[in-house]
């Protein structure tokens, strides 16, 4: 999914806009926007909530590649797993 393929958020007064997408994805070019951010203060909830954050597949393939590009050394799992997710946060 591109940034500009999905409507941004500007994240006012949203308590959870630093974990999604919509508000922290890098902007290119012209980008649509909500009006207002679509977080309910009522339900404590969003129906447009994308996380930023990466999945476990996501992590244990990055921390593969990281394995293999190292060599395949023994012992280093936590570390290439760490690696793995900062990478790609």
């Known amino acids: 999914m591109m940034p500009y393929d999905i409507v941004m958020c500007p994240g006012e007064n949203c308590p959870i806009k630093q ?5 922290t994805a890098e902007i290119l070019g ?3 926007f909500f009006g207002t951010a679509p977080y309910s203060l009522t339900t404590n909830f969003c129906d447009y909530f994308i996380s930023n954050r990466p999945d476990e597949n996501q992590i244990r393939l990055k921390a ?11 012992g280093k799992s936590v570390e290439h797993w760490l690696q793995a997710e900062k990478e790609l946060m």
């Open 19 to 23: 974990e999604c997408y919509r508000f």
């Open 30 to 32: 012209r980008q649509d």
């Open 64 to 74: 593969y590649q990281i394995w293999q590009q190292a060599g395949y050394p023994d």
